[in-house]
């Protein structure tokens, strides 16, 4: 009991408000469709905690990368949409040149030690 | 907007459940859509999510400061929690309110004792000079440099000599020329000052007064409330006679300090001007003193020309004459280290050329300067011992009443487990748990020290009123200071954390299923496992051990104290009044002082009531005078005392004759001189032999050339015509010396201030006003001063061993009721978690009284084990107390016996009751309790 412990780490947590902040960039969603896209769009290698999802969303929310509204979803549900904010974009192009940067960083390391 | 997001958050909780409940719903859609049955649906839908609670908790806590919302929460729980048990809340907060209290007023006292600095400017720069030397106790060495003095040296046997007097002439040498302080002034409370006779537009009252050099006000940089302070130029022979007065003084002779600059003042007849008014903070460098008048140094040779033995202009020259005291303030950048290595060499060399033989070169004085901030310390020498003392006790009645708090809490989590480990299943994180329990202790804690800021205001009260009963208002007070209760607060919010860490960590280490699975009986099979009660019971017995060293402390004190109201005085101290007259200070000269005391003494003794009425040198408690004395043909015997008295002197104070008679109206200034000795006095010089008849010679004190053998030099040649039964001299405490009784008039030394002693048939006080009322018809000039009856006389002489013994006892009675408190809740608490097992046992057959020794067995083997440990410890500390103690060794074993007797009887009460509520279980109850 008590504690979750090992989702929170500070790389984790970036990377996954990274990834909703992605998802967003094509419009408006809610929470479960978020959570399918990144799925999906991983092609089903990044399995997001929906636990750890929400609190995420509402983290970015309080930054104020993202605005919600209620609205209606796919299904004919009631759900709340989140939607991109301009700082969120710039935020998103920030996360995206650091990630890139490390990517290719990680990468040049693994290259060199492959060969 | 942070406290609107707080303001908000239901709302937003709200928002985020159906947030929650919707993703619920698409995700089992998802899951319908590929085929699962809605049940599976709704199922797999809740394991991907996971509890939403959690996530909603884990919102929250990304959402908020957490910190003060969680307070807030934690509070407003607590005191929900709180409320709903108040006999538990009640005791705790009145026990640590008791324990913060007592040690709040004594810390009060100790900081005006020993922390506060002197209301003058710049006090960190003060200095006091002192001497250091070897001492003359142990040494038994006679010559010394200092072949008289007017003032204290303090003689340890271990740690030499100290004092702060020094002749004028070093304080001359030191000031002139000196590169190290910017200001040096001397001060000094002689004999001629001490108790002025002051008249105010024609009202004559008593006033202290102290001597102070040209540059003591300047020195210390006392600014005027009104006119000026006495300059350099007012302090020489010579200079227009002036003082300033206090601020209290001038408020209640001149009507208002303001008025006082000006004002002509007659001070032993002596016409002066008050020239300014000191404000109101300053008490002088000395806070046990705190003078109303202050006088130019070089009056002393005014006013000592009117007494006997009284202060001349040759004593300034005296080189081997130590009386001033002396004060300096460091020039900015200098250390006391400086100081003192470049003045130490110059007051060596010179001390050197006073001495007069190898012996007194010998043990030359030291100069040892010491920081001045804080004044000198007279007050701190009194009180610091048996302050220290008191805050011992007050310090190990708080240990009391934190472990008893902490014991409280204990059992207070342990019958909470239930309630913990369910928290802790919904989610609740062991910080959060742990933070709770300890913002309830914190909550108790803080009420417990507002409660004890109260007790502490109080108690100061009580504590001036015990302290300065009786020492005459010295001046000591004691406020609750800005310091202070920063302290408290500190005090009692660690002790909040203190006794809250150990139970909240306890709680939160729980092991859930089992806790969660435990009934009451069960529990309390687990309870009365021999490890886990260890815990309360160990603090019960600490608390037992510490109360029972309390209580011998106590009855040491009490005992003391009635050792010394039961000391045979051998004079009657019951229906006494004492007061003061002094006719030469008012203006009277010796040639007629004799017959105007005579006339006062018979009209007195004619007030209706009045049994017996007299006078002599100073009260008997008070007596300490010796003048060279021998009997004829032999050296004179430094041991013997004399007591300068009037006729019926013995009559009035009871003193039973062996032999001889009382000193009668027929005893006059020119009439035979006659002599009483006491018993002692007689065993010492007449071994075996008739006293009455012989005769005795008492010596003119010559200060250069001691020529006992010179006839000349004899100032009276008295026949002894009386025996009188030992009765005490010089104190309570004092073994009774040789004293030789004489009449006071009957030449040297001639009398000055007499006290009157009146045996009255009733309560002494009440013949006040008809004693004032003679006194102003004989003479509007003359103050009665110093009104008190013996008896109160004689408690003051033993206040601090009657402080003692009622701060003890009850600090004791504090420590031994916080100690049954906690006894009292462990027990119950046990009862209580036993009551099941006590039922199946009645059931089964046991008997009332089996149940009852069951109980009471732990109440034995807890105060058993306190014993253990405390006789021990009592038997070792007690020889630290015994400076205090009189009559009695330290081990004491009447204290001893008392102290566990009161200790069994209260802890078995204590215990007893929910030992006897044990016994009254009724089975069936009890089992259906289950």
Same mark, same amino acid.
Request: charged share 20%; glycine share 8%; proline share 5%.
């Given at each position: 009991?008590?504690?979750?412990?090992?989702?929170?780490?500070?790389?984790?947590?970036?990377?996954?408000?990274?990834?909703?902040?992605?998802?967003?960039?094509?419009?408006?969603?809610?929470?479960?469709?978020?959570?399918?896209?990144?799925?999906?769009?991983?092609?089903?290698?990044?399995?997001?905690?929906?636990?750890?999802?929400?609190?995420?969303?509402?983290?970015?929310?309080?930054?104020?990368?993202?605005?919600?509204?209620?609205?209606?979803?796919?299904?004919?549900?009631?759900?709340?949409?989140?939607?991109?904010?301009?700082?969120?974009?710039?935020?998103?192009?920030?996360?995206?040149?650091?990630?890139?940067?490390?990517?290719?960083?990680?990468?040049?390391?693994?290259?060199?030690?492959?060969? | 907007?942070?406290?609107?997001?707080? @303001?908000?958050?239901?709302?937003?909780?709200?928002?985020?459940?159906?947030?929650?409940?919707?993703?619920?719903?698409?995700?089992?859609?998802?899951?319908?859509?590929?085929?699962?049955?809605?049940?599976?649906?709704?199922?797999?839908?809740?394991?991907?999510?996971?509890?939403?609670?959690?996530?909603?908790?884990?919102?929250?806590?990304?959402?908020?400061?957490?910190?003060?919302?969680?307070?807030?929460?934690?509070?407003?729980?607590?005191?929900?929690?709180?409320?709903?048990?108040?006999?538990?809340?009640?005791?705790?907060?009145?026990?640590?309110?008791?324990?913060?209290?007592?040690?709040?007023?004594?810390?009060?006292?100790?900081?005006?004792?020993?922390?506060?600095?002197?209301?003058?400017?710049?006090?960190?720069?003060?200095?006091?000079?002192?001497?250091?030397?070897?001492?003359?106790?142990?040494?038994?060495?006679?010559?010394?440099?200092?072949?008289?003095?007017?003032?204290?040296?303090?003689?340890?046997?271990?740690?030499?000599?100290?004092?702060?007097?020094?002749?004028?002439?070093?304080?001359?040498?030191?000031?002139?020329?000196?590169?190290?302080?910017?200001?040096?002034?001397?001060?000094?409370?002689?004999?001629?000052?001490?108790?002025?006779?002051?008249?105010?537009?024609?009202?004559?009252?008593?006033?202290?007064?102290?001597?102070?050099?040209?540059?003591?006000?300047?020195?210390?940089?006392?600014?005027?409330?009104?006119?000026?302070?006495?300059?350099?130029?007012?302090?020489?022979?010579?200079?227009?006679?002036?003082?300033?007065?206090?601020?209290?003084?001038?408020?209640?002779?001149?009507?208002?300090?303001?008025?006082?600059?000006?004002?002509?003042?007659?001070?032993?007849?002596?016409?002066?001007?008050?020239?300014?008014?000191?404000?109101?903070?300053?008490?002088?460098?000395?806070?046990?003193?705190?003078?109303?008048?202050?006088?130019?140094?070089?009056?002393?040779?005014?006013?000592?020309?009117?007494?006997?033995?009284?202060?001349?202009?040759?004593?300034?020259?005296?080189?081997?004459?130590?009386?001033?005291?002396?004060?300096?303030?460091?020039?900015?950048?200098?250390?006391?280290?400086?100081?003192?290595?470049?003045?130490?060499?110059?007051?060596?060399?010179?001390?050197?050329?006073?001495?007069?033989?190898?012996?007194?070169?010998?043990?030359?004085?030291?100069?040892?300067?010491?920081?001045?901030?804080?004044?000198?310390?007279?007050?701190?020498?009194?009180?610091? /011992?048996?302050?220290?003392?008191?805050?011992?006790?007050?310090?190990?009645?708080?240990?009391?009443?934190?472990?008893?708090?902490?014991?409280?809490?204990?059992?207070?989590?342990?019958?909470?487990?239930?309630?913990?480990?369910?928290?802790?299943?919904?989610?609740?994180?062991?910080?959060?748990?742990?933070?709770?329990?300890?913002?309830?202790?914190?909550?108790?804690?803080?009420?417990?020290?507002?409660?004890?800021?109260?007790?502490?205001?109080?108690?100061?009260?009580?504590?001036?009123?015990?302290?300065?009963?009786?020492?005459?208002?010295?001046?000591?007070?004691?406020?609750?200071?800005?310091?202070?209760?920063?302290?408290?607060?500190?005090?009692?919010?660690?002790?909040?954390?203190?006794?809250?860490?150990?139970?909240?960590?306890?709680?939160?280490?729980?092991?859930?299923?089992?806790?969660?699975?435990?009934?009451?009986?069960?529990?309390?099979?687990?309870?009365?496992?021999?490890?886990?009660?260890?815990?309360?019971?160990?603090?019960?017995?600490?608390?037992?051990?510490?109360?029972?060293?309390?209580?011998?402390?106590?009855?040491?004190?009490?005992?003391?104290?009635?050792?010394?109201?039961?000391?045979?005085?051998?004079?009657?101290?019951?229906?006494?009044?004492?007061?003061?007259?002094?006719?030469?200070?008012?203006?009277?000269?010796?040639?007629?002082?004799?017959?105007?005391?005579?006339?006062?003494?018979?009209?007195?003794?004619?007030?209706?009531?009045?049994?017996?009425?007299?006078?002599?040198?100073?009260?008997?408690?008070?007596?300490?005078?010796?003048?060279?004395?021998?009997?004829?043909?032999?050296?004179?015997?430094?041991?013997?005392?004399?007591?300068?008295?009037?006729?019926?002197?013995?009559?009035?104070?009871?003193?039973?004759?062996?032999?001889?008679?009382?000193?009668?109206?027929?005893?006059?200034?020119?009439?035979?001189?006659?002599?009483?000795?006491?018993?002692?006095?007689?065993?010492?010089?007449?071994?075996?032999?008739?006293?009455?008849?012989?005769?005795?010679?008492?010596?003119?004190?010559?200060? =250069?050339?001691?020529?006992?053998?010179?006839?000349?030099?004899?100032?009276?040649?008295?026949?002894?015509?009386?025996?009188?039964?030992?009765?005490?001299?010089?104190?309570?405490?004092?073994?009774?010396?040789?004293?030789?009784?004489?009449?006071?008039?009957?030449?040297?030394?001639?009398?000055?201030?007499?006290?009157?002693?009146?045996?009255?048939?009733?309560?002494?006080?009440?013949?006040?006003?008809?004693?004032?009322?003679?006194?102003?018809?004989?003479?509007?000039? =003359?103050?009665?001063?110093?009104?008190?009856?013996?008896?109160?006389?004689?408690?003051?002489?033993?206040?601090?061993?009657?402080?003692?013994?009622?701060?003890?006892?009850?600090?004791?009675?504090?420590? @031994?009721?916080?100690?049954?408190?906690?006894?009292?809740?462990?027990?119950?608490? /046990?009862?209580?978690?036993?009551?099941?097992?006590?039922?199946?046992?009645?059931?089964?057959?046991? =008997?009332?009284?089996?149940?009852?020794?069951?109980?009471?067995?732990?109440?034995?083997?807890?105060?058993?084990?306190?014993?253990?440990?405390?006789?021990?410890?009592?038997?070792?500390?007690?020889?630290?107390?015994?400076?205090?103690?009189?009559?009695?060794?330290?081990?004491?074993?009447?204290?001893?016996?008392?102290?566990?007797?009161?200790?069994?009887?209260?802890?078995?009460?204590?215990?007893?009751?929910?030992?006897?509520?044990?016994?009254?279980?009724?089975?069936?109850?009890?089992?259906?309790?289950?």
């Amino acid at each position: 009991m008590g504690e979750r412990k090992g989702t929170s780490s500070e790389m984790v947590q970036g990377t996954l408000e990274m990834l909703i902040l992605r998802t967003l960039i094509t419009g408006p969603a809610h929470g479960h469709t978020i959570a399918h896209v990144i799925e999906h769009g991983s092609e089903d290698v990044l399995e997001v905690e929906q636990g750890s999802l929400y609190p995420a969303l509402h983290r970015i929310e309080h930054r104020g990368w993202v605005t919600s509204y209620w609205g209606t979803s796919e299904n004919n549900r009631k759900a709340k949409f989140y939607k991109l904010t301009p700082a969120g974009k710039k935020q998103l192009t920030a996360e995206t040149n650091r990630w890139r940067r490390v990517v290719a960083a990680i990468g040049r390391v693994m290259g060199e030690a492959a060969e | 907007m942070n406290l609107k997001r707080i @303001l908000r958050r239901s709302r937003e909780d709200a928002e985020l459940s159906q947030e929650l409940g919707s993703h619920i719903q698409h995700e089992i859609d998802d899951n319908v859509a590929r085929g699962m049955t809605p049940d599976e649906a709704r199922r797999q839908a809740y394991i991907r999510l996971g509890n939403p609670l959690v996530i909603r908790e884990r919102v929250w806590e990304t959402n908020r400061i957490a910190v003060l919302e969680d307070l807030w929460r934690d509070l407003r729980y607590a005191v929900r929690t709180l409320t709903r048990a108040p006999g538990f809340t009640f005791v705790v907060v009145l026990v640590m309110a008791l324990g913060i209290g007592a040690n709040t007023s004594i810390f009060s006292f100790l900081d005006s004792l020993l922390l506060r600095s002197l209301p003058v400017s710049d006090p960190d720069s003060l200095v006091v000079l002192k001497w250091h030397a070897k001492s003359l106790h142990s040494s038994g060495q006679q010559d010394f440099v200092m072949e008289s003095m007017s003032g204290g040296t303090d003689d340890d046997p271990k740690l030499g000599m100290t004092s702060g007097i020094f002749p004028y002439p070093a304080f001359e040498l030191l000031e002139k020329d000196n590169a190290v302080f910017s200001d040096m002034f001397a001060y000094c409370r002689s004999r001629e000052v001490r108790t002025l006779n002051v008249v105010i537009r024609g009202q004559a009252q008593i006033a202290g007064g102290e001597l102070v050099s040209g540059g003591y006000f300047r020195g210390l940089g006392v600014v005027p409330a009104a006119g000026r302070m006495i300059a350099r130029d007012d302090d020489r022979i010579g200079a227009p006679p002036v003082v300033v007065v206090s601020h209290a003084f001038g408020e209640r002779y001149f009507g208002g300090s303001a008025n006082g600059a000006g004002q002509p003042i007659v001070i032993n007849g002596l016409p002066f001007t008050v020239v300014g008014v000191a404000p109101a903070e300053f008490f002088g460098v000395d806070p046990s003193t705190a003078p109303d008048i202050y006088l130019p140094m070089h009056t002393n040779v005014l006013l000592g020309a009117q007494i006997p033995f009284g202060f001349t202009s040759a004593d300034y020259l005296g080189a081997n004459y130590y009386w001033v005291e002396v004060m300096a303030r460091l020039r900015p950048g200098v250390t006391l280290q400086q100081a003192q290595t470049a003045l130490a060499p110059r007051f060596e060399q010179w001390v050197s050329t006073t001495a007069h033989n190898d012996a007194e070169r010998a043990n030359l004085p030291a100069l040892s300067l010491q920081e001045g901030a804080s004044g000198l310390d007279t007050l701190r020498r009194r009180y610091s /011992k048996p302050m220290y003392l008191l805050m011992t006790l007050v310090g190990l009645i708080l240990a009391i009443a934190c472990s008893n708090v902490a014991n409280l809490m204990l059992s207070r989590s342990a019958s909470r487990k239930r309630e913990i480990a369910l928290r802790l299943s919904q989610g609740a994180s062991r910080f959060r748990v742990i933070r709770q329990l300890l913002t309830e202790s914190v909550l108790l804690s803080v009420a417990g020290g507002l409660v004890g800021v109260l007790l502490a205001v109080w108690g100061i009260r009580v504590l001036t009123a015990v302290l300065s009963e009786a020492s005459h208002g010295s001046g000591l007070r004691a406020d609750l200071d800005g310091r202070v209760l920063v302290l408290l607060v500190s005090l009692s919010l660690l002790s909040g954390v203190l006794f809250g860490l150990a139970p909240a960590l306890q709680s939160a280490k729980l092991n859930l299923v089992t806790a969660l699975k435990e009934t009451q009986s069960t529990q309390a099979r687990v309870r009365h496992s021999f490890w886990n009660a260890r815990g309360t019971d160990v603090l019960v017995v600490g608390q037992i051990a510490i109360s029972v060293v309390m209580l011998v402390a106590a009855g040491l004190f009490v005992r003391t104290l009635s050792n010394l109201q039961l000391v045979d005085l051998g004079f009657n101290r019951d229906n006494l009044l004492l007061f003061q007259l002094n006719a030469r200070q008012s203006g009277h000269k010796d040639s007629e002082i004799s017959g105007f005391y005579c006339e006062l003494q018979e009209r007195f003794a004619s007030i209706p009531g009045v049994q017996a009425a007299s006078l002599a040198d100073t009260s008997l408690i008070e007596a300490g005078d010796g003048l060279p004395i021998s009997v004829p043909g032999k050296q004179p015997n430094n041991d013997f005392r004399f007591f300068p008295v009037g006729p019926r002197f013995l009559t009035t104070m009871q003193i039973p004759l062996l032999a001889g008679r009382d000193f009668g109206d027929q005893d006059r200034p020119k009439s035979k001189a006659v002599a009483i000795v006491n018993e002692e006095f007689a065993r010492i010089s007449f071994p075996g032999e008739n006293p009455i008849g012989r005769h005795l010679y008492m010596w003119k004190e010559s200060e =250069l050339s001691r020529p006992w053998d010179d006839k000349n030099n004899i100032a009276r040649d008295m026949e002894i015509v009386g025996l009188a039964k030992n009765a005490n001299y010089g104190g309570v405490k004092q073994k009774i010396p040789p004293v030789v009784y004489l009449p006071y008039d009957q030449g040297y030394p001639e009398p000055a201030e007499m006290v009157f002693a009146l045996r009255t048939s009733s309560y002494p006080l009440s013949f006040v006003s008809s004693v004032r009322e003679i006194v102003h018809q004989m003479d509007p000039r =003359l103050p009665v001063s110093e009104v008190r009856t013996q008896r109160a006389e004689i408690d003051a002489s033993m206040h601090q061993e009657i402080m003692l013994a009622q701060l003890c006892s009850a600090f004791a009675a504090l420590a @031994l009721t916080i100690t049954c408190v906690g006894l009292y809740g462990t027990i119950s608490y /046990k009862v209580a978690q036993r009551t099941g097992e006590i039922g199946i046992r009645m059931a089964l057959g046991a =008997l009332r009284g089996r149940v009852l020794w069951m109980v009471l067995r732990e109440v034995f083997a807890l105060v058993a084990l306190g014993l253990a440990i405390s006789i021990p410890v009592s038997l070792g500390t007690s020889k630290f107390v015994s400076s205090f103690l009189f009559g009695m060794k330290a081990n004491d074993p009447l204290a001893l016996t008392c102290a566990v007797v009161i200790l069994v009887a209260t802890a078995l009460s204590a215990g007893g009751i929910p030992a006897k509520r044990a016994a009254s279980v009724e089975p069936m109850s009890a089992l259906r309790h289950e």
